[in-house]
């Protein structure tokens, strides 16, 4: 028996731009069936929070003041050009018109086609976040070494 | 027969410093015989543009913005301490003046040690540019399944 | 005999929160019996510099000038929502809070733990550093041949 193709993708940023570039790689691998990771950490957490606007959660006032900060899903920055947010939302626009995927689909798509989401334990307790607060597609919140076991025999991706 | 050894670069930043750090990678990878791939998306299509000065090309009056404000080859930003694009210029300077190659001069080292030079199709699409945007070196417009075949059997480093 | 499982990073980055990040997974990965390796280039040199604060080294005024302004080991600023270099100190005191070990820790728990850690020749070359302005856990400078060499048979992390 063959064993499946493999990508990781550790997805640190929260970058609109990144996110998109993640989630195309990891709904085509999908598609051309290889076996899709992703671990979101630090402001990639964001991509996958379950309330989608900024929303001061987490636990004590410094994690939520940072919660509330780097905003959820639809709060995603561009990393360069962003004017205060209208970048994302004319890139978008820009994507509707010219028929390519918008963040939005991609990522559902990428849940249609199995990509397994996980989130970094370590940002979580940084950022007083738990489970609940993420999309119920997150698999499991875990650490580098269960991340490295997942990834073994793969590529493995730093966005 | 010894498969050869392979190095495949997303290369997804527009930065100066960035596209340094790329290029003398795969330049010094293949000087040691090593098969590279570098792929060119979002802002990393500014390093491969055929007109080097900021110019309004593309489809679309979002589309011509965009590229406007990307600029070109010659104006690649320092990610931290640009100072209005300044830094790259002065860094340019001192790797002239430590005998460095500079960005220049390691491109055109990549194109004659057979670097091959990709563009995505995803995000040429969003700019509304096409293939003769780009220099001639460019060989082939591609998605992320024709990435991900090349790419096989090798590393891959996102940059 | 088996062989070990391999991971290497080159750290591009100067930032607070992809330092983090890079020693997270290094020292993660060797707790779990990885070979670790480390590449230092641009950015990320200032996380093993020996003076952990600004201090004008370096060869030639230009380069002074810039190793002043990338500061330091404690001058790393966050890579979003640095507010100054007041969120770094922010983040390392949540991090205390949290039982989270801070990026300190993290690299003192990396060098007990054999990740090996190297500089890039060239980037040196341009700032005008030399060996001696790291600290003495720096094994070796090198250049991209060395380093594909180390790194052969592993995955590559690019931060």
């Known amino acids: 028996m063959v064993e499946k193709k493999k990508i990781s ?3 640190f940023s929260g970058d609109f731009d990144k996110a998109i570039a993640a989630f195309t790689i990891a709904s085509g691998a999908a598609a051309v069936n290889y076996d ?3 671990f979101f950490t630090f402001w990639g957490l964001n991509v996958i929070k379950k309330i989608k606007h900024r929303n001061a959660t987490g636990k004590g006032l410094l994690a939520r003041v940072f919660n509330y900060l780097m905003g ?3 709060n995603l920055p561009l990393s360069r ?3 205060a947010g209208l970048s994302p939302k004319l890139m978008t ?3 509707r018109k010219r028929n390519v995927a918008t963040l939005e689909e991609l990522i559902n798509a990428a849940i249609q086609l199995n990509v397994n989401l996980y989130a970094c334990e370590m940002s979580i307790n940084i950022l007083g976040l738990e489970k609940d607060d ?4 997150v698999r499991e919140i875990l650490g580098v070494a269960k991340f490295l076991n997942l990834s073994e025999g793969g590529e ?3 966005i």
């Not at 993420?134 to 597609?137: L, M, N, Q």
Request: no cysteine.
């Open 9 to 11: 993708i550790v997805l």
């Open 36 to 38: 899709v990771n992703i």
């Open 72 to 74: 959820g899903f639809k």
């Open 81 to 83: 050009l962003n004017f």
């Open 93 to 95: 626009n820009l994507m």
């Open 134 to 137: 993420f999309i119920p597609e």
């Open 156 to 158: 493995i991706l730093f």
